[in-house]
């Protein structure tokens, strides 16, 4: 059975001993040498640092995901992305071999890209780089390197990243159970979420703020309330094992009135569990993505989506605008891609960051009231199932829909909640499956689906669902 | 255009290797089902040996694959020789996503695929109904040379 | 002297003889003729029309312009920008020696861009062209031609404009004398612009409606109100003549309170003076251009000056959304510049068009209280050099630097005023010359440049401004 | 730069042809001014001839032009000789701005107009000090030959 639950210093070490064992690299993984190193690097490296001087003088920082399959190709990728993009973060994505946990496939594609000098994996192989390659690329650098990804197992991944001067990950339950992995069972993703968590902890308990982050699951297409759910219950696994810090992802769909009461709603009710829950001190940095299924593959309208990501970071009082690069659509992105990318960004930040504009409340107001009840409801039913602990009750939920997602890679998945645009462009339940809804919930929703179908004189289908799916990367809202 | 309506068939589908995306190929699994063809839907992360097993089980006219981790080049290497060593002669192999690394010349992409033994090959974006126009034709090809 | 007082229907037509007798092409305009064509155009390619459509569906269109030396390659332009850049509005840019009435000169440009199949000329030689050339242009897109253009003396030019099937242009007088002529003085260009004017009234009296649209100045760097008394006395010219549909231009300088407000006191100051002076029945349309003395070079920051271009004319509830394309800064811009730049900011219109977000009003009531009293300060001091004429009193405003601009190529200006940046990007008044400003309205100046000296640490002087006037090319908004 | 801070010198600025440009100039006046030059400023649309005689009138080191219609090629020719011709031997003619219609190597810009007669050719955003600089060497130049 899963709990929330603090795993114990003896446990964490012991499962630690196995951890490291996985790949020769583990071997190089000292923890009170790691924190010595990290103490002694300039403190605008640490990402919780970062973080913070953002909040407070109101800066928003670009954030994207940037992978190459070799140490020396990712340092040439991120000091120029540092220099021509004026960056502040710079991501990091590790290839999906490694995410995988497949060490000796990942070596293979590694060699092959050193041999060729091109790269042959779509991330870097960060646990066959080991410590000492990470630590050479946060050296080369001034920005916090920002590891961006997402995995079942990723504990000796983080043991690596961590060792090597990062200091933060997504350690992100049901991202991970749902979207990164196809055959592994809830529990286990637990576990390793558990033990990545507990070593986050263990470094801040130290004295070196490392950062977790979650957006719950990916969010294109379906309504925001059941991903604030699952986000929180990400998240207090998190705290539970010691986290201090926490980069909160909400995702943007498109109509603002949304998109920002749903962020607000999702820091709103997140304080609230913690506070029920008992945990104090925590930080929380908002972040925000512009969540598409499809990005646009014309490079003026990708632009338009940075547009819309910066004005909803702006919109949202967040530090992170979590963008993708304008070749998104097609390919891994040159650096080229990604500076050209960043350059724009950070002139929209310069130029929006300390403006006077928000959103009109009262169309606000009752867009929060429904949000809140929704999230709730999917919450209390998650706590009922496990007696009051956030996670015991998880694998219930998954298995009966109360915790739901249509797009997952998961086969564990009910797969019945399904979710469509109003004619405002927010995204509205078309199908609630089976989260606990009261009937004035589930009836808002058909609502502001009728709306739709009145104003455009026809029902809404299937083929409606796919289109809403891939209307801004053709350059529209709906 | 030209295929006849009344061609259905059974389709494996799911996505190759260590590869999670899945919304793709969930939705043409949507389309052949809506156009009649029996869908036999692996998901995610599925292996060369279970795409073969599951086709020979349900004695499949087509296998669908769909890659977006650019890593396809590596995975679907010699797997049409595979499925002919099984006895899965002359099966319709179609491959779809966003198959390499590096943007390339379209058709280079869909000659280096062609040559790996895949009838079709389908950029990203592909619309459902194109590929299902294709199959049927192809269904109606492979049987008129099977009599 | 002048005065603001409609031509008689004698004056005009004698006039006009003189004015189609300034070249060849002048033999083949034919009002009543040129009247029935109009009539049986597609309303849609009316720019007015058009407008009313975008004010009524809260649609904001892209407008820039463009100019190439030959019929030939316009179309070629215009239709693939058209189709490519899913334009609204197709912006016409005659060439400047067009707009200097050299025709023999544009004449040669021509022949030569015809002979080498290259344009050897900034814009298309409208007059040299003549009906049938505009014409053919017309007919062969589907949105309205809009010509965009200043000139001191357009009245053949515009001519042969409306009568080839366009219909709106920007008489604007000052504009026109100050930006667009070095040595003709006002009179001279407020006698060619009560001509054009009463042209347009012609047509619109015949029931083709003509829109005229005046921006007072180039504006980069100025603060508004100036701008605002300038083109309300443009405007107050066109109305006499018989205009009906005013395009009023705003200009957006960075903060977006600062831009936000001075549109609305532009357009209801507009409406109070044209109510006190008896003007009735005129129909606003406003537009917004983020007006920068040099735009950036860097092709990713001049995608942000499109976003602030885009998010103005959403808070101003613009129907035109005027830009520059992302070649702004380096040559007259090719069909692919112009298409990209307009997929661009039509993706982002249509994103951001229907969405719920507005200025902060309260930080705007004193803005908007300051602003008002400027420009009706300037406003009443010409009308009272002029016994209550807006325009008997304007030449001596200009000689005495009432009206005033520093940027202006017309020997004949004060060039005492100038501005300067706040710490919030809002321009002040650096200096404010002889404007007829009261003490509390130069003391709210100097305390917002004084706040900006404390901030910085050091005081603003001549290179501020000039840093000020390039900051937004360099991504920055101060 | 190696350059003699104490050079001073007279220059006739100005936009020529039918270019109302003028924003680019005023700032290289100003700085010209706050540098000890004397300036002699002609304003926008400025005709060859106009030049020529401010030159002459005030004995000037330098004539800098400034041109942003695109169409300075055509509107400079001949502008040396005529310079010559009017007795301006060796004048400094500096151009800057938006020369041409379409954005070209920098190089061939620079060529063209140096074969134009020009000693110096800026392109768009040059800074003032930058132009001051030079201006102090080629006088210094100048008047050594002249000596
Ligand atoms: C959503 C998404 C994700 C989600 C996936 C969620 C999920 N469970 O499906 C998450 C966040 C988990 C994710 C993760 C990663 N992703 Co991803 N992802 C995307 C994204 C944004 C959209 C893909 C999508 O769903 N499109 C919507 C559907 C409807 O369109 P479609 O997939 O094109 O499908 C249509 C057609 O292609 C066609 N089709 C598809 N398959 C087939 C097959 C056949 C036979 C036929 C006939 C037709 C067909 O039919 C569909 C319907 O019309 C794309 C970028 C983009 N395209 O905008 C990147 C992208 C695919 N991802 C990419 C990468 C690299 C990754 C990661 C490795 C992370 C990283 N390093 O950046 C991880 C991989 C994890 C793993 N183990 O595989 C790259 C792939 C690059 C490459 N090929 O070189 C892309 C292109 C982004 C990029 N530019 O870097 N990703
Ligand atoms: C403002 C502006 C206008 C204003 C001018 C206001 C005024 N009175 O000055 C208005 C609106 C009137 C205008 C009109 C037109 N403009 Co205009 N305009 C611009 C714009 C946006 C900025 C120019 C500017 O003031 N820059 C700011 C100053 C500080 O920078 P700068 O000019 O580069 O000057 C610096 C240096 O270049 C250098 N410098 C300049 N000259 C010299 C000379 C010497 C000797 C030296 C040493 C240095 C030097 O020193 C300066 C200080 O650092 C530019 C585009 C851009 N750059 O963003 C277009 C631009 C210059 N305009 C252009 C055109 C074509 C026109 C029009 C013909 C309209 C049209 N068809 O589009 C008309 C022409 C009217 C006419 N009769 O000439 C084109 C020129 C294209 C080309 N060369 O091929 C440009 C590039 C826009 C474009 N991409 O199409 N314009």
Known sequence: MIKNKKLSEDEFFKQRQEVLAQWPTGKEVELDEAIEYHKNLPPEKNFVYKMRYAKEHDEIYASTGMGKATVEEQIELLQ????????????????????QNDYKAAQRGWEESLKTGKSKLNGLPVVNCGVSGIRKLVESVNCPVQPRYGAAD???CDEILFAGGCSNSSPDVFMDFWQHSAKVPLEKVVKTHQYVCRLMGYYTERGVPICAGAQGFYGAGIPPSLQTATVILSLLLQVEQGVKHLSVKCTGHGNLVQDVVSSKVRLKILEEYLDKLGYKDIEMFPGISFSLMQYPVEVGSS?????MNTLMAKLIGAQQNDIRTVAEAKAIPT?????????TA???????????IKLDEKEAALEAQMEEKEVKAILDKVLEFGDGDPLAGAAKAVETGVLDNPFAANRAAAGKVLGIKDSAGAIRYYNTGNLPFSKEIIDYHKEKIAEREAKQGH?????????DLLAVSNGYLI | MGADNNIKGTVVTGVIGEDVHIVGIRIIEQALNDNGFKVSSMGAQVSQEEFINAALETNADAIFISSFSGHAEILVRSFRDKCTE???????????????????????VEKKFKDLGFNRVYPPGTSPTRAIEDLKKDILLRREKGD
Do not use: C, H
């Open chain 2, 86 to 108: 099984a006895g899965l002669n002359d099966i319709i192999l179609y491959i779809g996503g966003s198959l390499l690394l590096r943007e390339e010349q379209w058709e280079e």
């Open chain 1, 154 to 156: 990723a504990r000796l």
């Open chain 1, 303 to 307: 632009f338009a989506v940075i547009f």
């Open chain 1, 346 to 356: 950070k002139a929209m930040q310069n130029f929006i960051q300390k403006q006077n």
């Open chain 1, 80 to 99: 120029y992305v540092e220099k021509e993009g004026k960056a502040d973060l710079l991501g990091l994505s590790p290839d999906s071999l490694t995410r």
């Open chain 1, 459 to 467: 029902k809404v289908s299937y083929e409606t669902l796919v289109s």
């Open chain 1, 335 to 343: 650096k080229e891609d990604v500076a050209e990318t960043f350059r």
